[in-house]
């Protein structure tokens, strides 16, 4: 807490304002109202470095009663708190607005119908509630937020989301959106494009609107492009480009394009932390910005772009069949540590809470690229089974809060990995993926306290959950393409826009019955690995067959 400063209007209110530095530095503003008058019993003494009071307030309640109290915020002013008080809930009845929040989250959770245990339905729902707790919108009721510089701005529609964890959710949670709550997106991509207009650059992880640069690689422009090629059109589309091209070639802070245009990866004696993990995840972006230039008839930009998502090439070692650093000669990093887990901002090194065993499978866009350069399918199957195999002591990988949930090297409990297991697929193994989803579910997954791997990190987590109980997964998720995986549930309906329905039922599925016989879609037998996100849209009928064989 930097400042505060707090004013007693009267006995039952209580207004303030303060500025504190939790990521980033942000102002907030509140009002506090009871229902009973109150009195300052005791100021208490402040601990060293302490800003704001601490009072115990007294109340005269008679035997029976009780105290109610609400609070509002706003990071504008304190007019901006009170407007929203005495919209959102002026009076003082309980159980009317205990009944409407239940109202609200109830009719958001029952546009999906799960039938499973009731373990099931705890962690399906639970993670419902995970994904849709942000991103939140931080406008003011009358559309005024406070963004860059501090500066207030308005949002015509009202809607300035922020929260934005995109390095996360960049993954599996927007595309979800993209299903779920569809009714979002547009004003999700306008306060992208709102961001941009502050900074010069699409946001790389926003809070209380403002940037704060934890991350790596510019994943606003996927969750853009998808929504785009989805079909998406409450944004200026044009514009919208502009600002995905401008951040892919102005350098600002973890993008310096001058230095990856010119050696084609980002050299580790130049970048001297996460380089290589810059360069893979960069070069996905790059491919996300190619495809939308071909859509808009962007011939140069997309050829451009396209060789730019071939950068990963330059950084995967033929030798160790692995990614490694180079420094600016060409030279590969050595010695090289291969399993050893690095942070920039814990203990440094070419990796972002991962390793070369886990960030060498970070190639969404071009999987037949990375099996060409593993030797073939069979290579790159044998290559997935020992990543899985692995094992390593601390003393080899060190430590990173982060990195969870392992199997072998590949770390569940973080999102580097999320799209591992699906590779399989291409490799004609999908019975791997199979069994490797339902021991993911039953070890990573669990309906207690502590029954999640990871941080769940803005609903990431989730977001795969829910995807994988479905029997599918976004693992290039930029343009609608899913990967078939394996349903853990006997029966998914998503209740969709225009009262459509899209259902998932999964025959004769059981703790042995875990592998895929056959899949219809429509009563069509499937005869691909993927479906479309139009297949889902359109409505109809995904059917498994399950078996205990392979």
């Not at 932390?273 to 230039?293: F, G, I, R």
């Not at 409990?413 to 004609?428: C, F, K, T, V």
């Not at 998720?477 to 349903?487: F, K, L, N, Q, S």
């Amino acid at each position: 807490v930097l400042s505060a400063e707090m004013q007693q209007h009267d006995k039952k209110t209580i207004t303030g304002h303060n500025e504190t530095q939790v990521w980033v530095r942000r102002h907030f503003f509140y009002v506090i109202q009871f229902d009973k008058a109150y009195t300052v019993k005791e100021i208490l003494p402040p601990h060293p470095g302490e800003k704001a009071k601490r009072l115990i307030l007294e109340f005269d309640l008679k035997k029976g009663e009780t105290l109610q109290a609400k609070v509002a915020i706003s990071g504008v002013g304190i007019d901006g708190a009170k407007a929203s008080m005495e919209k959102e809930n002026p009076g003082w009845n309980f159980r009317k607005i205990q009944n409407e929040t239940y109202t609200k989250w109830n009719n958001l959770l029952k546009r999906v119908d799960v039938k499973g245990t009731s373990a099931q339905k705890v962690n399906f729902y639970t993670s419902m509630y995970h994904l849709c707790v942000q991103p939140n919108n931080v406008a003011d009721t009358d559309g005024r937020y406070r963004g860059a510089n501090d500066s207030v701005s308005v949002a015509p529609s009202g809607e300035y989301y922020s929260t934005f964890s995109l390095w996360d959710t960049y993954r599996a949670a927007h595309p979800l959106y993209t299903i779920l709550t569809p009714e979002k997106v547009d004003g999700m991509i306008n306060s992208m494009l709102g961001h941009f207009k502050a900074y010069g650059y699409l946001p790389i992880w926003t809070l209380w609107g403002k940037e704060n640069h934890c991350m790596i690689g510019n994943h606003s422009i996927p969750v853009i492009v998808d929504a785009f090629l989805k079909g998406f059109t409450g944004f200026n589309q044009e514009m919208a480009f502009q600002a995905i091209r401008e951040s892919s070639t102005a350098n600002h802070p973890n993008s310096d394009w001058e230095t990856y245009e010119k050696y084609g990866y980002y050299p580790f004696d130049i970048i001297q932390s996460e380089s290589v993990s810059k360069t893979l995840e960069n070069a996905y972006d790059d491919y996300c910005v190619a495809q939308m230039a071909k859509a808009l008839g962007k011939s140069d930009d997309y050829k451009h772009f396209s060789k730019r998502a071939n950068s990963y090439i330059n950084l995967f070692d033929p030798a160790t069949k692995l990614m490694r650093g180079k420094d600016s000669k060409g030279n590969w990093r050595s010695p090289f540590q291969p399993v050893r887990l690095f942070h920039a901002g814990e203990v440094g090194g070419d990796f972002t809470e991962g390793n070369s065993w886990q960030y060498t499978w970070h190639v969404q866009q071009d999987i037949a690229g990375l099996t060409k350069l593993m030797g073939g399918k069979e290579a790159f199957a044998s290559r997935l089974d020992s990543l899985f195999k692995k094992q390593a002591g601390t003393h080899e990988m060190g430590e990173v809060v982060d990195v969870t949930g392992l199997i072998g090297q590949y770390a569940h409990g973080n999102e580097p990995s999320h799209h591992i297991i699906y590779l399989y697929n291409y490799a004609g193994r999908s019975w791997r993926t199979q069994e490797l989803v339902r021991e993911i579910f039953d070890n990573f997954y669990l309906p207690k306290p502590n029954g999640l791997c990871g941080n769940d990190d803005c609903g990431q987590m989730s977001a795969w959950y829910i995807f994988s109980a479905m029997g599918f997964y976004p693992l290039n998720p930029c343009g609608g393409e899913y990967v078939i995986g394996a349903p853990q549930m006997p029966k998914i309906s998503l209740r969709l826009p225009g009262n459509k329905t899209f259902t998932i039922k999964a025959n004769n599925l059981s703790l042995t019955n875990k592998y895929v016989k056959s899949i219809s879609l429509n009563g069509r037998l499937l005869d691909s690995f993927t479906i479309h996100h139009s297949d889902i849209m359109n409505g109809g009928l995904l059917e498994f067959n399950m078996t205990n064989k392979i």
